[in-house]
Structures are given as structure tokens and as C-alpha cells.
């Protein structure tokens, strides 16, 4: 029966240092024992302090105490080895520390445990067996437990020796409270708890918009997906059409026939080749931000506050650099009109061939996966800036040009145009030069109470009142007045509500078939109406100053 008493009791004949079976055992004058060696390994540790201390109770000795064998815990000991005690106590108190887990100070020996507890105010981490005295010894109860970290030493000012338990927000960092009275004195600051409470906070918004970025893209890679299918699927229709119209011709155009087929493959090839580009740059955008998700999921949920904040500055920005454009896939047309323009040559004669080979190559390098994102911000939209200046044939005789052609005043006076053609006879308009295809941006400034300022095909009526801008399908016209905004196109007029602004910037992407009109202040722009259309003909601006209202308009040179 006695030695099943011992057998039960064993945990207590085990070194709390070593977490083994007790060797060469000696008991300090608190009562704990420890193996002579761990002990006097611990203290020499301690030697520069001057003051020794008991592991467990943490009871302090002024003087190094001798230490003594304690014969009855060896003779104890002993027994429990004969009795193969010594493979159980270890097994049942002890839980290695694994890579990367933050081990035991105070264990010794080749196998240290894993630390549960970090103490802020011994600046030791301790495991499960060393870590009981500061649940049961009243002044270690006292002392602040937080989870095991290997960065203890990260939480002490280095200047003062003192825990880092205050935020500097004049010099964002950490710093002790001793620091507050000296270097930091009079500025900003707060407990790092509260400063925590705000950060993460914004912590979460952070996350949250990378959250929408992923999905954004997610849902961009998706439509990039099916427009890359699409056109494949396209350009095989397509190539399979070509070939049978050919098959049909005579002899004559077999030469076209295959510079059509090496056509639709190189732009197809090209299309996709940038495509799968673009793909392979979209997964890897979303796996650092899905990476840096999981950075901001983790850093929100630890309880290292001066962990947090240390690395909150460079992990809290939202931005993840890359170099691609938000993409816009345009309608699942892509080799559709090759086909088309194909199928029409089949039913020429052969001195047509040449006539109309322009145009297959022109229809088939048109084909395009994806159309640039729209300009959201002046700066955006200036690098499409055009040079423009007013026709004076076609100027009414009421319009004055001046500024070399670029501004256009109403006046009661007519002015000694020559007759011509092209002139506007009836109402008080006048066309560009420029023929504007792609992408193209210009700005208005504007006087008086009515100004009118359009774009056009060329063939508009110049006499009667369809040669007004807006009351046809070839012409679309914003009016600025007092008033505010009104667009208007065949006929049909909408209203316009925008910020009044003396500037109009006008932006074209002819190819899209977007026309978009902004109200400009200083560097700041704003969207008023935006139509969305086809453009089967270049556009010319256009403009039109009231009768009598003495109103001007003026092209601005923008660089």
C-alpha cells in the first residue's frame, strides 16, 4: 500500500525547474525543493542581480543560501525509479514546446516546455508547472498574465526599463510612462489600450475594403473569364466562316483568303495573349490581398496590444500595388462584323478585292477583350487632351472667332464671311476643324446666359431647323444657362442637375461610345450626363451662342 501511495504522490517529488524526477535534491529554507543543479543553474542566471529568489513563491534571499542534500527526498526518489515511478510523473506534467512555440524561461535541460503565460511584470514566461505560483502566491497574483509571446522584451522602454503602457500620438509610438514626463513631454497622449480601441476600429475598415477589393476583382476575373471564352469561340466562328466564303471564290482571292485567315488568328492570338496576361496578374492581385486579409484577420484578433501597434502602421494601409487597370469588357461582338464584311466581298468582282481589303484588316484588328476604365478624375482625364480649333467656314455670320480660332462670340453685327458651303445659314452655330475619332478631351469656358456646346457629324444640315444641334440623330448638345443643364438629342431634351460652374469639360471615347460632359472647378471634376451610344461617323464639336444674349465660348488650351 505504501508504495501505491508514493506512486500517486510522484508529481511531488518532481523538480519544477527540470519538470524530471528530482537529482541530488535540496529544499530552500520556503520548503520547495529542486535538483542541486537546476537551483544553483537558476541562481547563477541571477548573479548580477544580487538578490536570489525561489522560482515558485518567489521568496528573495538577500545572501546566496548553502545549500544542503535533502537525504529523504533522495532516498524517496530512488525508490520511485526502482519502482519505474520515474516514466510516468514526466509524461503527465510535461508539453514540449513545438517550432515556433514560445518556450519556458525557467525550465532546464534539453527538453523545455511550452509556455502558456507571459508575466508583463516578471518579464519571464512560464509553463503549466511554472506557472502555478502565480495563481496561489498573494503578491505574484497581482502580477499581469498575458498570453505566451516571445516579444517580452518588445513591451520595455529601452531608455527607462519600465513596461511600455502609454501611445504617443504626437510621435505615434509606445512609450513608458516615465517617457511622458521627459522626451514626450506636453505632447498627445493616451493608454495603448484606448489607442487600440481606435485603431481597431479603423483596422476593421481597412479590412473590409480590401474584402470589397477581392470581391471586385473576383467578379472582374470572372467577366475576363467569359470574354476570353467568348472571343475564342468567335474567332473559331469566324475563321470557320472566312474559310467557307473563300472556298466559294474563285481562285483569284485565294491570296486573300489566307492573309484574312492570318488576320483573325494573329489578333486573336494577341487578344488572348494579353488576356491570359491580365488573368494571371488578376489571381495574383487577389492572392496578396487575400494574403493581406488574413495579415489584418490575425493582427485584429491578437491580445498584444504593443504587438498591435507596432505593426498596425504598415499592415492598416489598404493599398496593394498593381499594375492593372480596372477592367471594362465591351459587348461580346468581337469577329462578328469580320464575318459580315467577308460574306459582302464574296458577292463582288474581283477589281473590288483591292478596294475593300482596307477594309476586313481594319475590322479585324478592332477586335479588343476589354476597354480602358473610364477617367474618374481630372487628372485621369487630361492625358486625352486634343488640340481644337473653330472652322470659319462654317461659321454663322452672328459668330465672332477669335483667340486664333478658338473662341466664338454672338454678335448683333454680321461679320464679312465669304459664301460657302458648309456655312450654318439659320441658326448662330459653328463646326471644329478636327474630325475626332478614339479618345479625345477638351474644356469650355463659357459667358453670357445661353451657350450650346455640341458635337456632330459632319453631313448635319447647315440651312433650316434641322441644322439645329440636338434636334437630330447625327448631334448631341448640352445647354449651359443661368438656369442650369439641359442635353438634348433628337429632339428629345433632359434635364441636367450639376454643380454650375463657368467651365465644361467635354470627354469622347468614340470606340466606346461614350460622351460624357463635366463640371470643372479648379482641378476638380464633375459628372452632369453621360450618353452611351454607337458613333458610326468621326465627330466634330460644335457650338451655338443665343441671339442678342452676348455669349461666348471659349476652347482652353490645356497644356
Keep these: 500500500m505504501a508504495q501505491q501511495g508514493v506512486v500517486l504522490d510522484q508529481d511531488h517529488f518532481c523538480c519544477s525547474i527540470c519538470l524530471d524526477l528530482l537529482k541530488d535534491p535540496v529544499t530552500l529554507h520556503c520548503g520547495h525543493s529542486y535538483c542541486s543543479s537546476c537551483i544553483e543553474g537558476c541562481w547563477d542566471q ?84 511554472h506557472l502555478q505560483p502565480h495563481y496561489q502566491v498573494p503578491g505574484l497574483k497581482k502580477h499581469k498574465l498575458v498570453e505566451a509571446t516571445s516579444g517580452l522584451q518588445e513591451m520595455i522602454c529601452s531608455s527607462h526599463d519600465k513596461l511600455l503602457e502609454v501611445f504617443c500620438r504626437t510621435d505615434q509610438q509606445c512609450i513608458c510612462y516615465q517617457c511622458v514626463m521627459e522626451n514626450h513631454k506636453g505632447h498627445d497622449t493616451v493608454s495603448v489600450k484606448d489607442e487600440r480601441e481606435k485603431k481597431q476600429n479603423k483596422l476593421v475598415l481597412s479590412q473590409q475594403e480590401v474584402q470589397q477589393r477581392v470581391q471586385q476583382r473576383e467578379e472582374e476575373l470572372k467577366e475576363l473569364q467569359q470574354a476570353v471564352e467568348s472571343l475564342k469561340l468567335s474567332g473559331q466562328a469566324a475563321e470557320k466562316d472566312s474559310e467557307r466564303i473563300f472556298t466559294e471564290l474563285i481562285r483569284s482571292i485565294e491570296r486573300r483568303r489566307s492573309e484574312v485567315k492570318d488576320l483573325i488568328r494573329a489578333q486573336q492570338g494577341a487578344a488572348v495573349s494579353q488576356a491570359e496576361g491580365l488573368l494571371e496578374r488578376l489571381e495574383q492581385e487577389i492572392a496578396e490581398l487575400r494574403r493581406k486579409d488574413a495579415e489584418l484577420e490575425k493582427l485584429s484578433h491578437t491580445e498584444d496590444n504593443i504587438h498591435f501597434l507596432q505593426n498596425y502602421q504598415s499592415l492598416s494601409s489598404t493599398s496593394v500595388s498593381s499594375d492593372v487597370p480596372s477592367i471594362s469588357v465591351p459587348p461580346l461582338q468581337y469577329f462578328k462584323h469580320v464575318t459580315e464584311v467577308v460574306s459582302e466581298l464574296r458577292d463582288k468582282l474581283e477589281e473590288l478585292i483591292q478596294r475593300e481589303w482596307s477594309n476586313i484588316s481594319t475590322t479585324v484588328s478592332t477586335v479588343d477583350v476589354f476597354l480602358p476604365p473610364e477617367p474618374k478624375t481630372r487628372a485621369d482625364l487630361l492625358p486625352y487632351s486634343c488640340q481644337l480649333t473653330l472652322d470659319p467656314n462654317t461659321a454663322h455670320r452672328n459668330l465672332s472667332l477669335s483667340e486664333e480660332n478658338r473662341k466664338v462670340t454672338c454678335l448683333n453685327q454680321e461679320q464679312p464671311y465669304p459664301v460657302h458651303p458648309e456655312r450654318f445659314t439659320f441658326y448662330p452655330q459653328v463646326l471644329c476643324r478636327e474630325a475626332l475619332s478614339g479618345r479625345c478631351y477638351w474644356e469650355v469656358e463659357r459667358t453670357g446666359d445661353y451657350v450650346d456646346i455640341a458635337v456632330s457629324y459632319k453631313d448635319i444640315s447647315r440651312t433650316g431647323g434641322n441644322s439645329y444641334f440636338g434636334s437630330n440623330n447625327i448631334s448631341w448638345r448640352l445647354r449651359c444657362s443661368s438656369d442650369g443643364y439641359t442635353f438634348r438629342h433628337n429632339s428629345v431634351d433632359t434635364a441636367v442637375s450639376g454643380l454650375q460652374s463657368s467651365r465644361v469639360g467635354v470627354y469622347l471615347d468614340h470606340k466606346a461610345g461614350t460622351l460624357s460632359f463635366y463640371s470643372v472647378v479648379s482641378d476638380t471634376v464633375t459628372l452632369l450626363h453621360r450618353v452611351q451610344t454607337t458613333f458610326t461617323q468621326t465627330l466634330y464639336p460644335g457650338f451655338n451662342d443665343y441671339w442678342n444674349c452676348d455669349g461666348s465660348a471659349e476652347i482652353m488650351k490645356l497644356w
Aim: charged content about 25%; glycine content about 8%.
Design 46 to 129: 541571477d548573479e548580477q542581480k544580487g538578490v536570489y529568489s525561489c522560482p515558485q513563491c518567489r521568496q528573495s534571499f538577500t545572501l546566496r543560501p548553502a545549500l544542503k542534500r535533502n537525504n529523504m527526498l533522495a532516498e524517496v526518489v530512488e525508490k520511485l525509479k526502482e519502482t519505474g515511478g520515474a516514466q510516468a510523473a514526466p509524461s503527465e506534467l510535461t508539453s514540449p514546446a513545438g517550432p515556433g512555440e514560445v518556450t519556458c524561461d525557467l525550465c532546464t535541460g534539453p527538453r523545455k516546455q511550452r509556455a502558456l503565460k507571459s508575466c508583463l511584470m516578471c518579464m519571464v514566461s512560464y509553463c503549466q508547472t
